[in-house]
């Protein structure tokens, strides 16, 4: 960065005689556009006849200046599209999480908007009044070299077969092949039905199985799924001070086994240990009374972390997928419900789809990711290959902890076919985390381009939150003291609705397990 700036100072100092002649002979094709930065508005190919410069204008901010010899109209410099900077607009992020605020959804059930109402990414006007602008000009360079840097794709693929498929095929000459079942219409009533629940289990009978056939069994059922329920959880805690329990929980605080160490039970039989991360090195709580819990085994002690995150509130949670702001976010996610919401009748909320009243007492929402993308595929192939093959950038800010982290990828990573039908495999989504689109860098990019990018992803982002906003692709379940939830974090979605936070806290606890550990346990 500092010998393009060097350079560029020494450029701009042998041109500026060339602006004042310019201005001086008033030169009718001049073009003068916004710019807040001297680094965006002077990269000049030297294979197009044209001479390009910068000036300081009224407001300190600088202007480009274009004008072209000989015959060549078309314009040598990149500038970083209008609606990219647009959507950059401070005022559409918040100010503490640093999450966007400019996605709409329904502020009970998380769902995103249909597609006659606002886009969840707002349609950026078309106008080149940029007064409002004041970036950096290290920030415009910094997103300028991005756009011309070329974004790795991290995501990993999923193994085919499970712990003892692989064993089997070392003694027997033909082995089966476990396939992921794509799943829709479930109920709470379905996954909770002990004859028909094809991911249902009970704490115990884990814990007391010697063999480790019900081991193997989940284990079968999560790569099938990527979502497992697990009841009869111990729940007992110190972290959570008495004044803020329900008698329920106070109750279960006579159990032997302790809430934390039910769940390092479970990441060690999916994935070994826990997955370090910025939220902690083993047990991380949410919950809407406190900032955090985090148990540390060095000393029992409550260690703190970031909470820069929407999930430490009482809001509903659009469908998303966890740490997409990492290059490999994890592979699961262990949610144990300690202390559900109270109950409350204070708010209903009207479906538009049916007749029903739903009222918000922090319901859990989950949806198969990949069905999801099978079904775009299905119904709109150019908007599957349009999400499959343009970069996305996540981030995730927390000024109290120093955390900045940001990771790249296609909301939908699926292994390239002619055809066309490459098997998917992960999904990395989350719009509040997911920063302004940039499109493909070309060396014919202008301001027609850059519409046309900008047009054809946000009807493609709209029909896939159309799918995630049916009904029956949604699993809504209210989730009971003890429950566990396993999640594969890329491929299943999860969310809530809202909840009162007024009387006793909503609390969760649980951990991370790393996709290649977890891929290692199948």
């Given at each position: 960065h500092f010998v393009g700036v060097v350079l560029l100072h020494h450029y701009l100092r042998e041109q500026q005689h060339v602006v004042r002649?310019?201005?001086?002979?008033?030169?009718?094709d001049k073009k003068i556009l916004s710019a807040p930065s001297s680094i965006a508005a002077s990269f000049v190919s030297a294979t197009e006849r044209s001479i390009g410069t910068t000036i300081f204008n009224s407001h300190n901010h600088l202007e480009q200046v274009r004008f072209h010899s000989g015959s060549s109209q078309k314009s040598s410099t990149t500038l970083l599209p209008k609606q990219y900077l647009d959507a950059y607009d401070p005022k559409r992020f918040d100010p503490v999480t640093h999450q966007r605020n400019d996605v709409l959804f329904n502020p009970i059930d998380g769902t995103p908007p249909s597609a006659d109402s606002h886009s969840a990414t707002p349609e950026q006007k078309d106008t080149h009044d940029t007064s409002a602008y004041n970036f950096e000009e290290s920030w415009l360079g910094t997103h300028l070299e991005r756009w011309r840097a070329d974004p790795s794709d991290f995501d990993l693929h999923w193994p085919t077969c499970t712990n003892e498929e692989l064993q089997d095929s070392t003694t027997t000459t033909t082995t089966t092949t476990t396939k992921r079942v794509l799943w829709s219409n479930w109920t709470a009533d379905l996954v909770r039905d002990k004859d028909k629940s094809p991911i249902l289990f009970e704490y115990d009978?884990?814990?007391?199985?010697?063999?480790?056939?019900?081991?193997?069994?989940?284990?079968?059922?999560?790569?099938q799924y990527g979502l497992v329920l697990i009841t009869?959880?111990?729940?007992?805690?110190?972290?959570?001070?008495e004044e803020v329990m329900t008698e329920a929980t106070k109750n279960a605080?006579?159990?032997?086994?302790?809430?934390?160490d039910a769940i390092l039970h479970l990441a060690s039989m999916i994935g070994y240990h826990p997955l370090q991360t910025l939220y902690g090195s083993g047990v991380w709580s949410t919950s809407s009374y406190s900032?955090?819990?985090n148990s540390d085994d060095s000393d029992g002690e409550a260690k703190a972390g970031s909470t820069a995150d929407s999930a430490y509130g009482s809001t509903s949670l659009p469908l998303h997928t966890d740490m997409t702001y990492i290059s490999n976010p994890p592979g699961v996610q262990i949610f144990l419900m300690v202390q559900p919401a109270t109950a409350t009748t204070s708010s209903t909320l009207s479906s538009d789809q049916d007749s029903k009243t739903i009222t918000p007492n922090g319901q859990s929402v989950y949806l198969d990711g990949f069905a999801a993308a099978e079904q775009l595929r299905k119904e709109n192939p150019d908007a599957f290959h349009?999400?499959?093959?343009?970069?996305?950038?996540?981030?995730?800010?927390?000024?109290?902890?120093?955390?900045?982290?940001e990771a790249c990828g296609p909301l939908i990573n699926a292994i390239q076919r002619e055809d066309g039908r490459g098997p998917i495999t992960s999904i990395r989504h989350n719009d509040l985390d997911r920063l302004p689109d940039l499109p493909p860098l070309s060396s014919e990019t202008d301001d027609s381009n850059f519409t046309a990018f900008y047009e054809k992803l946000l009807p493609a982002h709209e029909a896939w939150d159309n799918i995630l906003r049916r009904e029956e692709m949604r699993l809504v379940i209210d989730l009971k003291c003890g429950d566990c939830v396993l999640v594969a974090n890329q491929r299943c979605m999860h969310g809530r609705y809202a909840f009162?936070?007024?009387?006793?806290?909503?609390?969760?606890?649980g951990c991370y397990v790393g996709m290649d550990e977890l891929g290692s346990k199948w």
């Open positions: 002649q310019a201005k001086a002979g008033g030169v009718n009978d884990i814990v007391q199985d010697e063999d480790k056939r019900m081991e193997e069994r989940l284990l079968k059922a999560f790569y009869g959880t111990p729940t007992a805690t110190d972290s959570l001070p605080t006579n159990s032997q086994e302790r809430a934390e900032s955090f819990y349009l999400l499959a093959s343009t970069q996305r950038r996540y981030r995730c800010v927390d000024d109290a902890e120093g955390w900045h982290l009162d936070a007024s009387s006793f806290p909503r609390v969760v606890m």
